[in-house]
């Protein structure tokens, strides 16, 4: 106790404590930096394969009798029930859209609405990513929200 004591009271030690805090406080930023771009990177790669996951159902629920005669219609329960597949099979979600990596919890959708139209083609979908932050004892879970939409339109020649 009395080393710690002299050790204040020097002048010279004066630096090696701004040292100390200016070191906590940039290994503090850092993590904090770290941790916004890890979710900012989870967030736009669920955003991206939900995207896929739209886009594939869209396609898959189109109606090839009415192609010929150059309209485009859906199916809309098609359509989602497509959608919910590629969730299971392709993005490893389980019956609660629960994914775990590794046998640890990674995050969770929260589907709000998802709405799909026959006549244009368009399935959308409105939702919250829930997960942890490595300052979940700060923060509890955070929640990113997310909107995406397909829309299925036939371009012909000639531009319209």
């Known amino acids: ?10 002048r010279s030690a004066d630096a090696f404590i701004f040292i100390i805090i200016l070191v906590f406080f940039i290994l503090t930023l850092a993590a904090i930096l770290i941790e916004y771009f890890r979710m900012e ?3 736009q790669q669920v955003e991206y394969s939900l995207q896929r996951g739209i886009n594939s159902a869209v396609e898959y629920a189109m109606r090839d009798e009415y192609r010929m005669d150059s309209y485009a219609r859906m ?3 098609a359509s989602k029930e497509a959608f919910y597949k590629y969730l299971h099979e392709n993005m490893a979600l389980d019956g ?6 590794g046998g640890q919890w990674a995050y969770q959708l929260e589907i709000e609405s998802i ?44 531009g319209t």
């Open 96 to 101: 609660e859209l629960n994914k775990y990596t």
């Open 1 to 10: 106790m009395g080393k710690l004591k002299k050790l204040i009271q020097d």
């Open 115 to 158: 709405n799909a139209t026959e006549i244009p083609p368009r399935l959308e979908l409105e939702g919250v990513l829930k997960t942890r932050s490595i300052f979940g004892f700060l923060t509890g879970d955070v929640r990113l929200r997310f909107y995406l939409a397909s829309k299925n339109t036939r371009i012909e020649e000639g």
């Open 41 to 43: 990177s989870l967030h």
């Open 75 to 77: 199916d809309t329960e």
